[in-house]
């Protein structure tokens, strides 16, 4: 009886180590996403950053070129749309550059305002 107590502690115990022989590669993936995750927080800090001034530089050769402009009310309801304030500049410039809108329309509205902001949008998107 003892005997066949101690034999199934010990397979018990060899079940044990196969289950943990399979999870050391997860250990080791969950530990490298853990250490990515700084990375990838720096590196989404940075591209705010870069898109915030990106997008104050648009929309200063907007509200430069807006007074001289001669735009459709359609036309200048989709300027404001997207290049309105500086959040809605952050966001045209994020989809634009995403895939979320495709750029050229962004593209088309700017080239009616002033083609300095244009050009910038074309070179963030390339």
């Known amino acids: 009886l003892l005997r066949t107590l101690r034999l199934l502690r010990f397979a018990r115990a060899l079940r044990v180590m196969r289950v943990l022989q399979f999870t050391a ?7 490298s996403l853990m250490g990515s995750l700084a990375s990838l927080f720096w590196s989404l800090v940075m591209l705010a950053f870069v898109l915030s001034l990106l997008s104050l530089v648009i929309l200063q050769f907007v509200m430069t070129g807006l ?11 989709k300027l404001m749309n ?3 304030s500086v959040m809605r500049t952050v966001l045209s410039l994020y989809m634009a550059t995403s895939g979320g809108e495709n750029w050229v329309i ?12 244009a050009m910038l949008l074309v070179l963030v998107v390339a």
Do not use: C, K
């Open 82 to 84: 997207s290049f309105g």
């Open 106 to 117: 962004y593209y088309d509205i700017l080239t009616q305002v002033t083609w300095e902001a």
């Open 25 to 31: 590669p997860l250990r080791r993936m969950a530990l």
């Open 67 to 77: 007074p001289s402009a001669v735009l459709e009310d359609e036309d200048q309801e």
